[in-house]
Structures are given as structure tokens and as C-alpha cells.
């Protein structure tokens, strides 16, 4: 079964802190993405990467970058970790049409 | 159907009835649509997807309708059970540009028993 996994279910941080939310999916999947999914806002693009090394910014990347080093893994990462972006994190890999997604990672930045 | 904006549409059915999510999407470009179940705290699912040169594709008990006309895509549930009650959401993919896809806001269906 294709599977995409998330590292945490739930995280909660500070204010100011660095923050890894890291995805793995094991189809060989070239394309990856981050979002972030919040109330009455529905799935909004953060990074995305089609390629090892590669990242493009997607809708809301401000406060946020990514790193793909390999293949099979694309992580978030929050540079300083501010209460506006508590959320939930969903992570979704791809090969050319539809998307499969990760269980999805509820952080709470206090 | 779905929209942009602070409030989540709803749906609420009978266990047994049959259900109708509709969507309205943006870009008149889209040529691959699918539509994703999530249910509380998890990720979404994919239930069932449609291309653009068709207007209709049946799985198990749901249908999807594409209306290119009106840009309008639909999910219908047929013999809506408990476990059915979750957020639905639609997508586009444009066929020119990037490989993404654009989300809807969701519906949210609430199952009766």
C-alpha cells in the first residue's frame, strides 16, 4: 500500500523555536508537497519539490522553508516559530496526477 | 457548494439516503478532478477521480459528474452510512502550468442515524 508518514501526529513549541516536520513516503513518488490546513480556509500550498535539491514556493511560503535531500523524504521547516502558524501540516506525495497524503501533523506554536 | 470563506458548508443526511456534494471550480483549463474524504484528524483519502473528457465515473458507491459547461463537479453518495460523515473536498489540475492541485474549501457531511 502507498504510504506517505508523517513524523508526529502532534507537536507543540515555542515561540522562536526552530521547527522540523519531516515526510517520507516510500512509492518513489518525484513530486512532494507541504500545506498547511486551517479552518475556513481550506488546503494552502507551502513549498513543493519535484525533484531531489529541487523547491519551489507555493501560496504561503513566508516563515518557512524546506530541504529534499533524497528522494523519498521532504522536510518543513518553521526558522522561528511564531503562534501564526499553528496548524495543521499535511504533506502529500505524488507521480503525476493525484496527490496521496499524510495523516498530518497538528502543531501548536504558544 | 464549496466556497471561500470562514464557514465550512454543511450537509446533514439520513443513514440511507443517498447524498450530492457539490463543487464549483475555477479554471475552465482543469482537465483531471478527484475528490478526497477526510475525516476528523486525519489526512485525506482519495475516494474517486474523473478526467475531463469524461462526464461521469462510477466506484463504489459513489458517482462523480463533471459539468465542463458550468464548471461544476459532484460527488453523490449512494445508501450514506455513519462512517461516510467526514469533510469532502474537491481538486483541480490545470492541464497547462505547474503539476498541482488546487483545493475546494470542503463540505462537511454529517450523517444521521
Known amino acids: 500500500d502507498v504510504k506517505v508518514t508523517q513524523s508526529s501526529r502532534y507537536l507543540v513549541k515555542r515561540t522562536g523555536e526552530k521547527v522540523f516536520l519531516e515526510c517520507v513516503q516510500d512509492?518513489?513518488?518525484?513530486?512532494m508537497f507541504w500545506y498547511r490546513q486551517d479552518p475556513g480556509l481550506g488546503l494552502r500550498l507551502i513549498y513543493f519539490?519535484?525533484?531531489?535539491?529541487?523547491?519551489e514556493k507555493g501560496d504561503i511560503p513566508e516563515g518557512y522553508s524546506v530541504s529534499r535531500e533524497k528522494k523519498e523524504r521532504f522536510s518543513l521547516i518553521l526558522e522561528s516559530a511564531s503562534t501564526n502558524q499553528t496548524s495543521m501540516y499535511l504533506c502529500?506525495?505524488?507521480?503525476?496526477?493525484?496527490?496521496?497524503f499524510g495523516s498530518g501533523t497538528r502543531l501548536t506554536v504558544v | 457548494g464549496e466556497s471561500v470563506g470562514l464557514h465550512l458548508p454543511t450537509l446533514s443526511v439520513q443513514e440511507g439516503d443517498n447524498s450530492i456534494i457539490n463543487c464549483a471550480y475555477s479554471?475552465?483549463?482543469?482537465?483531471?478532478f478527484i475528490w478526497y474524504k477526510q475525516e476528523s484528524g486525519k489526512g485525506p483519502q482519495f475516494i474517486i477521480d474523473?478526467?475531463?473528457?469524461?462526464d461521469k465515473r462510477q466506484g463504489q458507491r459513489v458517482t462523480v459528474l463533471l459539468n465542463k459547461t458550468v464548471k461544476h463537479l459532484s460527488l453523490q453518495i449512494a445508501a450514506t452510512q455513519p462512517g461516510d460523515s467526514a469533510v469532502y473536498f474537491c481538486?483541480?489540475?490545470?492541464?497547462?502550468?505547474?503539476?498541482?492541485?488546487?483545493f475546494g474549501t470542503g463540505t462537511r457531511l454529517t450523517v444521521i442515524p
Open positions: 502529500a506525495s505524488s507521480l503525476n496526477r493525484g496527490y496521496t
Open positions: 512509492m518513489d513518488h518525484e513530486n
Open positions: 519539490s519535484y525533484d531531489v535539491k529541487m523547491k
Open positions: 479554471n475552465s483549463a482543469s482537465d483531471y
Open positions: 474523473i478526467r475531463s473528457n469524461m
Open positions: 481538486a483541480e489540475k490545470p492541464s497547462t502550468g505547474a503539476n498541482n492541485l488546487f
